[in-house]
């Protein structure tokens, strides 16, 4: 997801507090398009649509935030537009909200529902500038769905219609209260993430809006723009937030207003925490340097330097590979509850840790890594993450990937612990082997059978398919068509054709037979050796003489079958035990084909995929023959087992 440039400015922030028109006045008069305020960067980065200015007051005893919005929308739509939807996404923390009921029916919520956790967000008061109040026109609607108690998106409709290239201020005066945290957002004790937290505007996006309800298995898409935000706090508040910090002013109440901008950014978001404990550094990248404000809970500073080195290790190989990072700070949370970690925001993301955490259990690596990473297909690039949800987390799992095979080696990218290691990319196959053939990855994100085919599909078969596509169009191919797109798509609002088109041009191949199967199918891999047997010529002989290496003939028959219904062209490698072998091309468009060899010497195995490329084999078992079967490997498998069943065993004793 797309990032953008957050600077230091000497900008003055104005909120504006008059009060709102009583009323509506009978002509609408549009306020003219802005001039884009002066940044260090030439020109802006993106179109900026929206301008939000919000003065926000947080109360850590109650959990809520007082706040006044002043959003500028610029009408780029191409045609008037009289009618605007909003997310109020934290309403989503509600027992009958559309959130709530597909999380309890697949089990994606992993809790037991309590009052505690309930959260809302309520417009106290909206109106227009040059039309007045309009807060009796707000209308909640549940465009995918129809659940009538579902209250994360309201739209209004002006009495008139703004122009093309014309903007429109809207003025909102709303109410959060916080539940402890669910997902993503919320508090635990003295801890506050505010994610999701003010009213967002939808996306005229494909000729249409696009405003989605928040689903269970739904992240977000919303508009570049502009962010000056002023957040009052207790003084004790150790604040992290998107965007850079312009300044600071103690009260007399024994709070502090602290100030944020933030440029060609699509959201904001803010975390507190008296005894958080801060820890910085700096990236020097190819756009010059970038801060790393890292906050950590205070039983995690043991574990500061492994924060610090991912960071590095991974900010330095984006920019390499991918293209540079423009902001000028990346801020990392350590949050106080875990349904609050693992999650992006432009310019700051949330780790997952835990004070037990072992160097070898490489959680902290693969979570910071990946959380950074959003910060291009999502934070920059900036696709529809309703929809299109693997463009998103699913280029970033094969990044994330990648990226940790070449820091941690690609057998050890994922466990490096007690002799007992894994790849990342296994774990991530591993996951859409268990839901293979359930949903494609262009479903909807919301519309997939359960939540764990949305995870397994979004993030582990994408994955999983762009290590096959290298197979077709190579490793540094694929690399440069990833890289272009990105250099291409930021700050836009790309399709997955978008995508798709990018990597046929960079790789000079059409690559519909594949994507037809891999991104728009179902449709399965999976390729086994049927058979591979060695037949002497003279089997009609009533006495043949005793067979001898090297001087008896044989017919040689290997038949590999193809058992699942995805058509994929595979190299068989076959083996003899005079040290020769044969390797074989086969495109896979038959169900079965037989290789035939007549030789003095007799087949010692058959491998399909013998470079272990084609990761989307389902079954990779099957695979092989060989003559003789080597014992070692079970007895490996029996000893892990034996070791983790011990383990298991003693951890249920504990909690008895």
Request: aromatic share 14%; charged share 25%.
């Amino acid at each position: 997801m797309p990032r953008n440039l957050s600077q230091h400015w000497s900008v003055l922030f104005l909120l504006s507090t008059a009060c709102l028109a009583d009323s509506p006045v009978a002509a609408l008069k549009t306020a003219p398009v802005p001039p884009p305020i002066a940044t260090l960067a030439d020109k802006p980065l993106s179109e900026r649509v929206v301008a939000y200015q919000i003065d926000a007051r947080f109360d850590p005893a109650k959990h809520t935030v007082d706040a006044t919005e002043v959003l500028t929308y610029r009408n780029l739509t191409g045609q008037p537009q009289d009618t605007f939807p909003f997310h109020l996404y934290l309403n989503a923390f509600n027992p009958t909200s559309t959130f709530m009921k597909e999380g309890h029916r697949d089990r994606s919520t992993f809790l037991h529902w309590k009052d505690k956790y309930k959260s809302s967000a309520e417009v106290k008061s909206l109106a227009v500038e040059g039309i007045g109040d309009l807060t009796s026109q707000i209308k909640f609607i549940s465009p995918d769905d129809g659940n009538p108690d579902d209250r994360t998106v309201f739209q209004v409709k002006l009495p008139r219609p703004i122009a093309p290239n014309e903007s429109v201020v809207l003025k909102i005066a709303f109410h959060d209260q916080f539940g402890q945290v669910v997902a993503r957002t919320g508090y635990d004790h003295n801890f506050m993430m505010g994610a999701q937290w003010f009213p967002k505007v939808g996306v005229w996006w494909q000729g249409a809006w696009n405003c989605h309800q928040f689903h269970a298995n739904t992240e977000f898409f919303a508009d570049f723009g502009t962010y000056d935000v002023k957040l009052t706090v207790p003084e004790n508040e150790t604040v992290g937030a998107s965007g850079v910090q312009l300044g600071e002013v103690k009260n007399n109440d024994g709070t502090k207003t602290l100030t944020y901008r933030g440029e060609d950014i699509h959201d904001f978001a803010w975390t507190a925490q008296p005894d958080f404990k801060v820890f910085e550094s700096d990236f020097n990248g190819s756009m010059g340097k970038v801060k790393i404000r890292l906050l950590m809970q205070p039983g995690h500073v043991n574990q500061v330097d492994r924060h610090m080195r991912i960071m590095q290790q991974t900010m330095k190989r984006f920019d390499d590979w991918y293209g540079p990072y423009p902001y000028k700070q990346i801020t990392v949370v350590d949050p106080g509850n875990l349904r609050a970690g693992g999650m992006e925001y432009p310019t700051l993301i949330t780790g997952d840790t835990t004070w037990w955490m072992p160097d070898g259990l490489r959680l902290v690596e693969q979570v910071v890594e990946h959380e950074f990473g959003h910060q291009y297909w999502y934070g920059m690039v900036a696709t529809n993450e309703f929809e299109d949800a693997w463009l998103d987390e699913g280029i970033n799992s094969y990044t994330e990937c990648k990226i940790l095979d070449d820091i941690l080696g690609k057998e050890t990218s994922a466990m490096d612990l007690w002799r007992i290691t894994e790849s990342d990319i296994s774990e991530q196959r591993n996951g859409y082997l268990s839901n293979p053939d359930f949903d494609p990855l262009t479903r909807f994100a919301y519309q997939y059978v359960n939540g764990a085919s949305y995870g397994d599909i979004t993030y582990g078969k994408t994955a999983t398919v762009l290590y096959t596509l290298e197979k077709v169009i190579g490793e540094e191919t694929l690399k440069r068509a990833i890289r272009t797109y990105f250099v291409r798509y930021r700050f836009t609002h790309p399709t997955k054709e978008d995508f798709l088109k990018t990597v046929e041009e960079v790789s000079g191949q059409n690559l519909r037979w594949f994507y037809q199967q891999a991104v728009y199918g179902t449709q399965v891999l999976d390729y086994e050796v049927l058979s591979a047997r060695s037949d002497r010529l003279d089997w009609y002989v009533e006495k043949p003489p005793e067979g001898k290496k090297g001087d008896t003939s044989y017919q040689d028959t290997v038949v590999i079958h193809r058992k699942g219904d995805f058509v994929f062209p595979v190299d068989v490698v076959i083996k003899f035990d005079n040290g020769e072998f044969a390797t074989e091309h086969w495109d896979g468009k038959d169900r079965w084909v037989r290789y035939t060899y007549n030789k003095k010497a007799k087949i010692v195995s058959a491998e399909i995929d013998p470079e272990h490329k084609v990761l989307l084999d389902k079954n990779s078992f099957n695979n092989s023959y060989v003559e003789e079967e080597d014992a070692r490997a079970e007895w490996k498998i029996i000893n892990y087992w034996t070791w983790v069943a011990q383990m298991l065993s003693q951890c249920l004793s504990w909690l008895a």
